[in-house]
Antibody
């Protein structure tokens, strides 16, 4: 059974960074792409970017190019996303998702990031 | 970027009713479209991929159709467990984009 287990809730101060993790079990992440999506309180879903864990290649949505950094560790089968220069607008739930030819059949449970001083 | 316009934003329907949610892309996405259901406090769950293929384990009362720039999700015989938000997503071209969502409630 494929499972994506995300790290716990984060409270970050404005201007700082946080690093979220997404550990995959039941599937080798070298054989897929890992994506990150956010959802601001009461809002819709927003695609942030994706990483190819096999070679580290990344694609980002334009607005997240200087905000998010995606990495992956194939030895631990874990994907990571670092969010930098946190602002109140970054308060959201962040989901990792595993791609299956374009669509997302598997999602993590989400990590709530709250930005507050 | 491809814009996904989803309608309606909210919908109220009765048990047993058939509901339809629409998604319009700003350009042809060649059936590169998925539909998700999200219940409060939960992750999105895949319902439909490739515009009209039912994901494993999804009840057959859900169906997807469309082509080009116009797509729809239909729920036949609405059940209480279908109360949720629904999102479309295009994966034809990067950056992948989602519709704004439809909140489905019981009348």
């Amino acid at each position: 059974e494929v499972q994506l287990q995300q790290s716990g809730a984060e409270l970050g101060k404005p201007g700082t960074s946080v690093k979220l993790s997404c550990k995959v079990s039941g599937y080798n992440i070298r054989s897929t792409y890992m994506h990150w999506v956010n959802q601001r309180p009461g809002k819709g879903l927003e695609w942030i970017g994706r990483i190819d864990p096999a070679n580290g290649n990344t694609i980002y949505a334009e607005k997240f190019k200087s905000k998010a950094t995606l990495t992956a560790d194939t030895s631990s089968n874990t994907a990571y996303m670092q969010l930098s220069q946190l602002k109140s607008d970054d308060t959201a739930i962040y989901f990792c998702a595993m791609e299956d030819y374009g669509w997302f059949a598997y999602w993590g449970q989400g990590t709530l990031v709250t930005v507050s001083s | 970027d491809i814009q996904m316009t989803q309608s309606p934003a909210s919908l109220s329907a009765s048990l047993g009713e058939t509901v339809t949610i629409e998604c319009r892309a700003s350009e042809d996405i060649y059936n590169g479209l998925a539909w998700y259901q999200q219940k409060p406090g939960k992750s999105p769950q895949l319902l439909i991929y490739n515009a009209n293929s039912l994901h494993t384990g999804v009840p057959s009362r859900f169906s997807g159709s469309g082509s080009g720039t116009q797509y729809s999700l239909k729920i036949n015989s609405l059940q209480s467990e279908d109360v949720a938000s629904y999102f479309c997503q295009q994966y034809y071209d990067y950056p992948w984009t989602f519709g704004g969502g439809t909140k489905l409630e019981l009348k």
